[in-house]
Structures are given as structure tokens and as C-alpha cells.
């Protein structure tokens, strides 16, 4: 399997697959981060192991080398905003494991900001408890908050510090999830057609992907429709905490769309449906955070067959549905694509050490 090399170049603006379309894009401001595009590959040995048709992945766990998966190819964006409207920090929100603080914290420290991060409990793995560390050792300032409620109560009073101190914060969304962010995956639903034209890989009948806050699932559906691509998406449900539903997918492509074509009005409208999305949620399980048996095998499963890493909240409950729907009359025989979202790049190998947990903030000892 392909592994991003340290160092790597990170892809200028007008490399991307979305700008060499529509040139008039490279205005909108960017914090390059990412290293593009990220390598598709067969899944070989685990589709003969489990007498499946033609499985691939798509290797977005090496997007980038300061942290894989798919944060940084929405935050290049969200940062490169901030910046341009020259703020100094960011605030941004999920669980006390969040993927997408820790990447935030690591890329908001690339682009030169500060990083707030507002967090809610969630079941505790050592998994948790080691990211948990991470934020931490990345230099994030952390607030604890009991509910959705309390988070929002929470960023509202750290945010009027920073308007009281003259230095208000940007807004980085759950997930990274906006129009704006979701331009990122715009770019990589046209970056998957040009390596499917390329004879890389067939068209897939269909892209499983982890679906969180939704800004993943929307740009795909986004990208691949102005591609011309008529593969489905299907969103593996990872979260109970405000679930998106297909109309809401919808609602946000339409709203990247709107934000690309009045930048550039060569653009084209395409017809966005949520028939074009699939929400599959038997693999959520207890809910957000709490792995399942399913889970956990499909995690098992792709390490030994394929050498790939993943982790029980997103990735591998979305294995887990692949697996299991590739086998069924509607998919069975027919080019599938995992998208591997969890990144493969440990931050704690430039880090001297992980903190103690005795020196987070006091409210964070109890997950310890």
C-alpha cells in the first residue's frame, strides 16, 4: 500500500482536479494542506477471502502529511477563509475523541491560528483517551460540555471573550461541514473521475463512506455529479447526535453549488436528488463512539487481508457495511469503493512524549 513520504509537496491550488476545471475557483482563498490525489488501489486479497466482487479503496488516510483522512481537504479551505478574514484562532466542536479536533489543532497550528475545542463526552477507549491526549499535546484549549446545549453555550461565552479581546474567532463547523468546507469533497468526487478516466480504476456502482456531520457524503455527491459519474454514495450512519437526513445532504451540495458558481458562473447547475444517496444505518450500533462486534471483525478483517488500519467509530463500521452489502443481490459482482477516511499518520510520532492526563484540564481527568 501506498504511504504519504514526510515532506511531501503539498498540491497548489491550481493542480486541483476542481480548479483545472474552473479555473476562476483559484480566487477562493486555500491553506494548501493536502498532497493530491490521494492513490486508489484493489482490494484483492480480502474480496477473494470473502468471495466478493471487485472491492478498491480510496487512500485518503495518506491526504496529508501533518494528518490523513478526510479533515484536511475540508479544512484547507475553512482555514484559508479565516485567514483572509484575519482572525488568529479557531473554535470548533465533537466528542472528546473528535478526529476533527485533532485534526483542526494540528492544521489551525500549520496556518499559524489558535485552536478552541468545545467537547462532549463519549464512550471511553483507549483510543479516545490517547486522542484525547493528543489535543492536548497539539496545543488546543479545551472546554468540557455535558450536551449539544451545553456546547453551544459554551462557544457562545469563549467567543465573546475573543470579541472582547479584539480577537473574535472563526467558526470551524462539526466536522468541517458547510458549503464551504464541503468544496473540499467536491474536488475529490472530480479527482476520483479523473482516475477512473485515467483506467485506474472502473466506475464504481457505488462509494461507501463514513457518514458524521455530512460534508463528506454532500461534496462526493456534489463532485461526482459534475463529473458526470452516476455512482451512488452510500453514507454508513456513524452518529445518533443530530443525524443528517438525505434531504439536509441534498440541501447542503445545493449549497456548495451555489458558493462555486458565484465564484465562477461557468459552473454547471446539476440535479442534486437524495434518490442519488443511500443512509445505511444498521451499522451504527449503541451509537457515536461505541464500537460493535461487526465493527471490530471488519477492523480485523482489512489488517490482515490488507494491511490497512482503521478505527471503530467511522471506518470500521463502514467496512463493516461493505462487507456485508456487497453480498447482497443489489451490489453483489459489481466495482465497489471503500473510502478510507481515518488517517494514517500518527501525530504523536513528532511529538518528545504524550502529556499525563493529569495535565489536561481539570474536567477531563474523569475519562482517565
Not at 5 to 23: H, N, Q, S
Not at 104 to 127: N, Y
Request: glycine share 10%; charged share 15%.
Amino acid at each position: 500500500m501506498h504511504a504519504i513520504e514526510p515532506g511531501a509537496p503539498r498540491t497548489v491550488t491550481a493542480e486541483l482536479a476542481l480548479v483545472r476545471r474552473f479555473p476562476a475557483l483559484a480566487a477562493l482563498p486555500r491553506h494548501a494542506l493536502t498532497t493530491l490525489p490521494t492513490p486508489v488501489a484493489p482490494l484483492a486479497r480480502l474480496a477473494a477471502a470473502r468471495g466478493l466482487g471487485p472491492l478498491w479503496i480510496k487512500r485518503d488516510d495518506v491526504s496529508c502529511a501533518l494528518y490523513g483522512g478526510n479533515k484536511p481537504r475540508k479544512l484547507e479551505w475553512l482555514l484559508g477563509a479565516a485567514r483572509a478574514r484575519g482572525r488568529r484562532a479557531v473554535i470548533t466542536f465533537g466528542g472528546i475523541g473528535t478526529h476533527h479536533g485533532l485534526a483542526t489543532a494540528l492544521c489551525a497550528r500549520d496556518a499559524g491560528l489558535g485552536c478552541v475545542l468545545v467537547l462532549l463526552p463519549q464512550p471511553v477507549t483507549a483510543h479516545v483517551q490517547r486522542t484525547l491526549l493528543l489535543h492536548h499535546a497539539c496545543g488546543a484549549e479545551l472546554h468540557l460540555a455535558g450536551s449539544v446545549a451545553g456546547v453551544v453555550a459554551v462557544a457562545l461565552r469563549r467567543c465573546a471573550v475573543g470579541v472582547a479581546r479584539g480577537a473574535p474567532l472563526a467558526i470551524v463547523p462539526t466536522g468541517g461541514t458547510s458549503a464551504l468546507g464541503t468544496i473540499g469533497y467536491v474536488n475529490a468526487g472530480l479527482e476520483l473521475a479523473d482516475q477512473v478516466r485515467a483506467g485506474a480504476l472502473p466506475e464504481p456502482a457505488a462509494i461507501f463512506v463514513p457518514l458524521g456531520s455530512g460534508g463528506t457524503v454532500a461534496g462526493l455527491l456534489l463532485g461526482l455529479r459534475l463529473a458526470g459519474l452516476r455512482t451512488r454514495v452510500v453514507g454508513v450512519l456513524a452518529t445518533d447526535i443530530l443525524p443528517p437526513s438525505p434531504r439536509r445532504l441534498v440541501r447542503l451540495a445545493g449549497a456548495a453549488l451555489r458558493r462555486l458558481r458565484a465564484a465562477d458562473s461557468t459552473v454547471p447547475e446539476v440535479p442534486l436528488r437524495s434518490g442519488d444517496l443511500v443512509i445505511e444505518p444498521s451499522q451504527l450500533g449503541p451509537g457515536y463512539g461505541a464500537p460493535t462486534e461487526a465493527g471490530v471483525a471488519a477492523l480485523r478483517l482489512f489488517a490482515e487481508r490488507e494491511g490497512v488500519e482503521l478505527e471503530t467509530t467511522y471506518t470500521a463500521k463502514t467496512a463493516a457495511a461493505l462487507l456485508d452489502l456487497a453480498s447482497r443481490p443489489a451490489y453483489r459482482g459489481l466495482p465497489l469503493l471503500f473510502w478510507n477516511t481515518y488517517s494514517a499518520i500518527d501525530p504523536a510520532d513528532a511529538l518528545p512524549r504524550l502529556p499525563d492526563w493529569r495535565e489536561l484540564p481539570a474536567p477531563f481527568h474523569r475519562f482517565f
